[in-house]
């Protein structure tokens, strides 16, 4: 991992295995990710283009799913994995997530004769800005540019304007980020507001209803300042998957008990991590000249420690082991 400042001095470097052994960074592009875990589910399992418009519950205890096409879909247990505008967390009485007052551009550099780059994550601080660039693939390189904003802005659809505004931002910073983004393709650059939602106890509904549980960022939106949003998403997916499997070796009866053991779980998980990364955000985020001074000439040249700044990391939810029988529910 290398740290630079905006005029591309190397401000620190880090090796994992000096520093932080057994720690490591796996960049993985979205795209691959997806179909990897498609490509473990039956093929009729997976229903494209499904958007769900309305959401209500029977008289039979059944949450009865309404599309966007008109089809309707009942369900014994409904998984809202639907992310941060999920319909499922509204329905469920979740607030909108929370603008946290940075925004995001990302985008995929494409080398269709190879990257050049070691497998190191780069970041880049300045004033209120920062950047940071990663290989995902021999070819692909996944940067990305954080910026102050007051307010989310104005949707832009046009990635050509998207682009340009980046390029902008970071006018006169190291050459080999501003080339990475010239060689990004236009329709793989977005650029998001930063939202979060922290899942305080007592005042936030629970993440599950009778039949309904909510995973990932339709449930816990964090902010992406420490990378966990994803790893959060499928640590969930792990530990619920066992929960209902074992609830469903007992027997439908225990279904909801063994939703709300999950969301008990996870959520000692998923709260303090919400919260980290949001304060991680704001002092990362700082504009004040003196203080980045400060940032880029002790705090991470002398004072920053690898292993503990990537402590939240250690989390193991153990592999989720294949069990005989699929599911009886539909
Ligand atoms: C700038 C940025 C950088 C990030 N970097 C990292 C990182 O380095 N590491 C990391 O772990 N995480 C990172 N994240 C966070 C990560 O992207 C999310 O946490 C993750 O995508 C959450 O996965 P999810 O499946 O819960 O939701 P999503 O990935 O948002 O998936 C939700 C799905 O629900 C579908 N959907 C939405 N509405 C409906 C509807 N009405 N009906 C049916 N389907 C619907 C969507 O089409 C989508 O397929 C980053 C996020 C941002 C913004």
């Not at 029977?58 to 309404?66: F, I």
Request: glycine fraction near 8%; hydrophobic fraction near 40%.
């Amino acid at each position: 991992m290398v740290v630079k400042s905006e005029d591309g001095r190397e401000l620190r470097s880090f090796k994992f295995k000096d520093e932080a052994e057994g720690q490591e960074v796996r960049a993985v592009e979205r795209r691959i990710l997806l179909e990897t875990l498609a490509n473990q589910l039956p093929s009729d399992a997976i229903r494209f283009s499904s958007k769900v418009a309305k959401i209500e519950k029977n008289e039979n205890g059944e949450t009865s799913l309404q599309l966007l096409d008109g089809t309707q879909i009942l369900a014994k247990v409904l998984i809202g994995c639907d992310g941060i505008r999920s319909p499922i967390a509204k329905w469920m009485g979740f607030t909108e997530p929370r603008y946290v007052g940075h925004c995001a551009f990302r985008g995929l550099g494409f080398y269709p004769n190879g990257q050049p780059f070691d497998p190191k994550v780069n970041y880049i601080y300045g004033k209120g800005l920062r950047a940071g660039y990663v290989p995902v693939s021999p070819t692909k390189v996944y940067w990305f540019i954080c910026f102050n904003s007051s307010s989310p802005g104005q949707k832009i659809i046009d990635p050509s304007v998207l682009k340009n505004e980046a390029q902008k931002m970071i006018k006169g910073w190291p050459s080999e980020l501003l080339n990475i983004i010239d060689l990004t393709p236009d329709d793989t650059i977005i650029r998001t507001p930063l939202v979060d939602r922290w899942l305080w106890p007592v005042v936030s509904p629970s993440g599950s209803t009778s039949g309904v549980v909510l995973v990932g960022d339709a449930w816990h939106p964090m902010t992406p300042n420490l990378g966990q949003g994803a790893c959060c998403a499928l640590e969930d997916a792990v530990v619920l998957s066992r929960k209902l499997a074992d609830a469903l070796e007992v027997g439908p009866a225990s279904l909801d008990d063994a939703l709300s053991s999950y969301c008990k779980e996870r959520w000692t998980r998923v709260f303090p991590l919400t919260i980290r990364a949001n304060l991680v955000g704001a002092l990362l985020q700082w504009e004040n000249p003196v203080v980045c001074t400060v940032r880029n000439s002790i705090i991470i040249p002398k004072l920053v420690k690898l292993g503990p700044l990537l402590e939240h990391t250690n989390f193991n939810c153990e592999p989720l082991e294949r069990r005989g029988n699929r599911f009886p529910i539909n």
